[in-house]
């Protein structure tokens, strides 16, 4: 079960994957900008933070055609393989480890990505952590309640979160979450966290809050 694969990682944060550690939005960016170029005002940085705050693939998701063709490499393995890493983020996750506030991946891509997804985390020597992914049969639209679901039920396990997604820390902020809320990728002026949530865009500033929160 998930609660005896976190026995044996040290209680602490669990990590989102895409667009914390793997530049998946920038992947998508470029793909679509192949088949349907982006207007000049759009950029990488736009499309990500946008999609970030909303949900919205920024200018494609108004296109059917260009979004039919996005929604072929959402649970594309070999799309995934090939996502470089963010920019400090396996040095900053290491740096977590080592600090014992690092307990597991949480993600949600299928189960049928993880052995993909388990090889692009050790072929870029993030940290060996149990990897929780969404079961195939729970729909995509669900997981912000599956995330939830997860969070609540391993409260003992995992102390909080850190996720790119502002629905996501949103929803648990609603559900009244207790853990240590982080959102990695815009900066405080971009989301206001109302208190419960430590908003910081790259992985050297999310990392120093972090330590300075639990050691």
């Given at each position: ?15 989102d ?14 793909f ?12 990488k940085e736009?499309?990500?933070?946008h ?9 494609w998701?108004?296109?059917p055609?260009?979004?039919d063709?996005l929604?072929?490499k959402?649970?594309?393995?070999k799309f995934h393989?090939q ?7 396996i040095?900053q ?13 949480l ?7 993880r052995?993909?997804?388990?090889r692009?985390?050790?072929?870029h ?5 149990p990897l929780?992914?969404r079961h ?6 669900l ?8 969070l ?7 102390i ?7 629905r996501i820390?949103?929803?648990?902020q609603q559900?009244?979450y ?8 815009l ?7 109302n ?8 992985w050297?500033?999310?990392t120093?809050?972090i330590i300075?929160?639990h050691?």
């Amino acid at each position: 079960t998930i609660a005896e694969e976190l026995h044996s990682s040290p209680t602490g944060l669990a990590v989102d994957i895409d667009d914390c550690l793997s530049q998946t939005s920038n992947g998508y960016f470029d793909f679509l900008h192949a088949h349907f170029p982006a207007p000049d005002y759009l950029s990488k940085e736009l499309f990500r933070k946008h999609y970030a705050l909303t949900g919205i693939a920024l200018h494609w998701q108004s296109i059917p055609n260009a979004y039919d063709l996005l929604k072929t490499k959402v649970n594309c393995p070999k799309f995934h393989y090939q996502l470089p890493p963010i920019p400090d983020a396996i040095t900053q996750t290491n740096k977590l480890h080592t600090n014992n506030l690092f307990t597991c991946y949480l993600t949600a891509r299928p189960e049928t990505m993880r052995d993909i997804t388990q090889r692009w985390l050790h072929e870029h020597n993030f940290p060996q952590k149990p990897l929780i992914m969404r079961h195939n049969d729970i729909g995509f639209t669900l997981h912000k309640e599956w995330k939830t679901h997860i969070l609540h039920t391993l409260h003992t396990h995992i102390i909080g979160i850190i996720d790119n997604d502002t629905r996501i820390l949103s929803h648990l902020q609603q559900q009244n979450y207790s853990g240590h809320m982080y959102l990695f990728g815009l900066s405080p002026h971009e989301y206001n966290g109302n208190g419960t949530i430590t908003v910081r865009e790259t992985w050297p500033e999310i990392t120093e809050a972090i330590i300075r929160d639990h050691l």
